[in-house]
């Protein structure tokens, strides 16, 4: 059998089913205009008898189809459905009406048999008619192509008389030009019969030069013809349609990553989630190998700026590219056009190109050979350090980072840190900080640029390595993993214990304390705070005795040692006004005002900490007004004045959003605490509210926290299937 007899008889063998139905999630309005349009709407609004539906590549042009069809056969219509399929340059002309054709001769041979007696050119379109062999005949009368256009629209005038017809072609950007003309002509002469036709195509595989994108246009200024484009889906949308596909719980971290990379692409958002239990983050072979097809279709310096705007990561500018990717300019403009007419890259504002979807850009990268990618981020590195290019700290860290320029990583990594934290992104401060710590404690040498050096190498002080492991523990606990916090200076009291010097030691280690007051340990923080008293010299009074005073004060409360909870905390409230330290000042008196409560003057507590948290706050004492304003919901709760709690909880929480900490201790406590008292309150439904984590994307244990309050509600529902 020839190569066009074997195409043409893969027709015969097209399934008669679109593909099984997922959910349809988010495409209400676009499915109600399409019932209206085509006439299978319970109104009588216009109809139009041609509707051209549009959209990237997996964004759900045949899912919409497909419920469109089910429709239409519970409505009793005939659908007849046909594809275009990507045989370059060896396509068949007139594909999909040969499987339309052939559809109609497996649903109802006497039907198709009617049609082909009455309209003999519709023959030439039967599969079987198609397919020759070796030994077959080869010669037949040429049909005139008018001939065969007008029996294809009669035919279906013919099945529209037998009852409504509903015509699906489906992938139009791979049609041949036979089938384009056929459509144009169906779309033209329009039918008397109830006949629709809807065509699908891919609009990001619309180039400049692509042959349908004349055809759509025209067909777009045709009465009756009506373009529906359909958009990414949104956030909720593919939040809904992730929960619908993987009906087993999900942390709201990992949905909110497949929300953020699937971007509005259903098929995206199958693929990732059919990836979601695996525990690392590269794409699906499907996915990754659907998505590299249009990569292949590049020619070389187009390949070579995409691979390089890949390293560079979403969004690169055109200098950047520049200096990096090694073409003339008049190349390098040429490989980016080809690049944005391919529907790789897109114009990002400014200078800069983005990637058309995330997604590309991470197969992109991912597809680099190791050296290739080494050379990519070295150029990176070199380019941002000779200046002239706009730049962060966190992109010289990861670019210095992977081509194993160990000394500029660290620097950056820790400057990177530091604008995080200023800017309310602990997460990605945690990240930076960690990465810095774990450079510095590679052990291979420094001179092999390969990773960290010794101590006695190190590109940073034991002075500074301290202040970033403190950093770091901080910035951990703020992003909600206090246990990571309290772990990682550990590690770090393990690895530089026996060099570090005794103040160095003690920063740590009132650190490690600090950390645990707030959370269940393995050890208690008081004998560490008591080692710390032993350790730092009371004369002269210094910031660090200040703060392991008050920590002391802290770590006795709840030990039945009230005096001397008084008695370390009015030290330390003594050095902290000597010294003008606001934040040991605010510690030492909240803890203190606890007492109030404890002796029986729960106003006074009240008044004490309402000052505390003003004060806090116009010092900028995020931790302190925090801590006050938790403790002053505690005080309300234990006398039980439940709705002033909830209101003090609740303030607490929402201001430790507002300050880009609510995972931190204190902002979680109070939303939790929040919740708890509205569910004790009988409000269930803001119980439920306030504890909602959806599109946030918080840590397990903030997560697991919160679910906690709301499992409460449920099983006072009596919803068991909540508590599965």
């Known amino acids: 059998m020839g190569h066009l007899s074997e195409r043409a008889s893969m027709m015969v063998d097209v399934p008669p089913e679109l593909p099984a139905l997922r959910p349809l999630i988010g495409r209400?309005?676009?499915?109600?205009?399409?019932?209206?349009?085509?006439?299978?709407?319970?109104?009588?609004?216009?109809?139009?008898?041609?509707?051209?539906?549009?959209?990237?590549?997996?964004?759900?042009?045949s899912r919409l189809l497909a419920e469109l069809r089910a429709h239409a056969d519970d409505a009793g219509w005939q659908v007849l459905l046909g594809h275009c399929l990507d045989f370059g340059d060896s396509a068949l002309p007139y594909l999909p009406f040969s499987e339309i054709f052939g559809r109609l001769q497996a649903q109802s041979a006497a039907l198709a048999d009617a049609v082909a007696r009455a309209h003999p050119a519709v023959r030439r379109l039967m599969p079987g008619r198609r397919v020759t062999t070796d030994a077959g005949p080869k010669t037949t009368q040429p049909t005139d192509r008018a001939d065969l256009f007008e029996a294809v629209h009669a035919g279906f005038e013919q099945l529209g008389e037998e009852s409504p017809l509903l015509v699906l072609v489906e992938d139009l950007h791979w049609a041949d030009q036979s089938t384009r003309d056929m459509l144009s002509f169906l779309f033209t002469r329009r039918f008397t019969a109830p006949v629709a036709v809807v065509v699908t195509y891919r609009s990001?595989?619309?180039?400049?030069?692509?042959?349908?994108?004349a055809?759509?246009?025209?067909?777009?200024?045709?009465?009756?013809?009506?373009?529906?484009?359909?958009?990414?889906?949104?956030?909720?949308?593919?939040?809904?349609?992730?929960?619908?596909?993987?009906?087993?719980?999900?942390?709201?971290?990992?949905?909110?990553?497949?929300?953020?990379?699937?971007?509005?692409?259903?098929?995206?958002?199958?693929?990732?989630?059919?990836?979601?239990?695996?525990?690392?983050?590269?794409?699906?072979?499907?996915?990754?190998?659907?998505?590299?097809?249009?990569?292949?279709?590049?020619?070389?310096?187009?390949?070579?700026?995409?691979?390089?705007?890949?390293?560079?990561?979403?969004?690169?500018?055109?200098?950047?590219?520049?200096?990096?990717?090694?073409?003339?300019?008049?190349a390098l403009d040429q490989a980016l056009r080809a690049a944005v007419d391919g529907h790789v890259l897109v114009p990002a504002g400014g200078d800069s190109y983005a990637f058309r979807h995330a997604l590309l850009g991470e197969v992109v990268y991912d597809d680099l050979l190791p050296g290739e990618r080494v050379r990519l981020h070295r150029a990176y590195t070199e380019a941002f350090s000779e200046g002239g290019v706009a730049s962060t700290a966190a992109e010289v860290a990861r670019h210095a980072r992977a081509s194993h320029d160990v000394p500029t990583a660290i620097r950056a990594s820790i400057e990177a840190g530091d604008e995080a934290m200023n800017v309310g992104g602990p997460d990605e401060?945690?990240?930076?900080?960690?990465?810095?710590?774990?450079?510095?404690?590679?052990?291979?040498?420094?001179?092999?640029?390969?990773?960290?050096?010794?101590?006695?190498?190190?590109?940073?002080?034991?002075?500074?390595?301290?202040?970033?492991?403190?950093?770091?523990?901080?910035?951990?606990?703020?992003?909600?993993?206090?246990?990571?916090?309290?772990?990682?200076?550990?590690e770090q009291l393990d690895q530089l214990g026996d060099v570090l010097e005794p103040d160095d030691r003690a920063r740590l280690l009132l650190a490690l304390a600090t950390a645990a007051l707030v959370i269940d340990t393995d050890?208690?923080?008081?004998?560490?705070?008591?080692?710390?008293?032993?350790?730092?010299?009371?004369?002269?009074?210094?910031?660090?005795?200040?703060?392991?005073?008050?920590?002391?004060?802290?770590?006795?409360?709840?030990?039945g040692r009230d005096d001397e909870v008084l008695r370390f905390a009015s030290e330390a409230l003594a050095v902290g006004q000597e010294l003008r330290l606001q934040t040991v000042v605010a510690d030492a008196r909240t803890t203190m005002s606890r007492l109030d409560q404890q002796r029986g003057d729960p106003d006074a507590s009240r008044k004490a900490l309402a000052d505390i948290v003003d004060q806090a706050r116009a010092d900028n004492d995020v931790v302190s007004e925090l801590r006050g304003q938790h403790s002053?919901?505690?005080?309300?709760?234990?006398?039980g004045q439940i709705d002033e709690a909830h209101a003090t909880y609740r303030s607490a929480a929402a201001r430790a959003a507002t300050l880009g900490r609510p995972w931190a201790p204190y902002g979680l406590d109070s939303r939790a605490l929040a919740g708890l008292t509205a569910y004790i309150a009988?409000?269930?439904?803001?119980?439920?509210?306030?504890?909602?984590?959806?599109?946030?994307?918080?840590?397990?244990?903030?997560?697991?926290?919160?679910?906690?309050?709301?499992?409460?509600?449920?099983?006072?529902?009596?919803?068991?299937?909540?508590?599965?």
């Open 632 to 639: 002053l919901g505690g005080i309300f709760f234990e006398a």
């Open 523 to 559: 050890f208690d923080p008081l004998d560490v705070t008591s080692q710390l008293l032993d350790t730092v010299p009371a004369e002269p009074p210094t910031s660090l005795r200040a703060r392991v005073l008050s920590a002391h004060a802290r770590a006795l409360t709840g030990h």
């Open 429 to 490: 401060a945690a990240h930076h900080y960690q990465v810095a710590l774990g450079l510095l404690a590679d052990p291979h040498p420094a001179d092999t640029g390969q990773g960290g050096a010794p101590p006695s190498d190190r590109p940073v002080e034991l002075s500074e390595l301290v202040d970033l492991s403190i950093k770091a523990s901080e910035a951990v606990a703020v992003a909600g993993q206090p246990l990571r916090s309290v772990q990682l200076l550990r």
């Open 28 to 61: 209400t309005d676009e499915l109600s205009e399409l019932l209206r349009l085509v006439g299978l709407a319970d109104d009588d609004a216009p109809r139009a008898p041609a509707v051209v539906v549009a959209g990237d590549a997996g964004v759900g042009k």
């Open 215 to 330: 055809s759509v246009a025209q067909w777009s200024r045709l009465p009756g013809v009506v373009r529906l484009p359909l958009d990414p889906l949104s956030d909720h949308h593919v939040r809904s349609l992730v929960h619908a596909l993987h009906p087993a719980p999900l942390t709201e971290r990992d949905v909110q990553g497949i929300v953020t990379r699937a971007e509005g692409n259903a098929f995206f958002t199958e693929e990732l989630v059919g990836a979601a239990d695996r525990d690392d983050r590269t794409l699906p072979d499907d996915l990754a190998d659907l998505l590299l097809l249009r990569i292949d279709q590049l020619g070389d310096n187009e390949k070579l700026a995409v691979r390089a705007a890949s390293a560079a990561g979403r969004r690169v500018s055109h200098e950047l590219l520049t200096r990096v990717v090694g073409l003339s300019p008049d």
């Open 204 to 213: 990001d595989d619309l180039h400049r030069r692509h042959p349908l994108r």
């Open 682 to 724: 009988g409000d269930w439904d803001e119980a439920c509210r306030l504890v909602d984590v959806t599109g946030e994307a918080p840590p397990p244990p903030a997560e697991a926290t919160l679910a906690s309050v709301a499992m409460a509600v449920a099983a006072g529902r009596g919803d068991r299937h909540a508590l599965d």
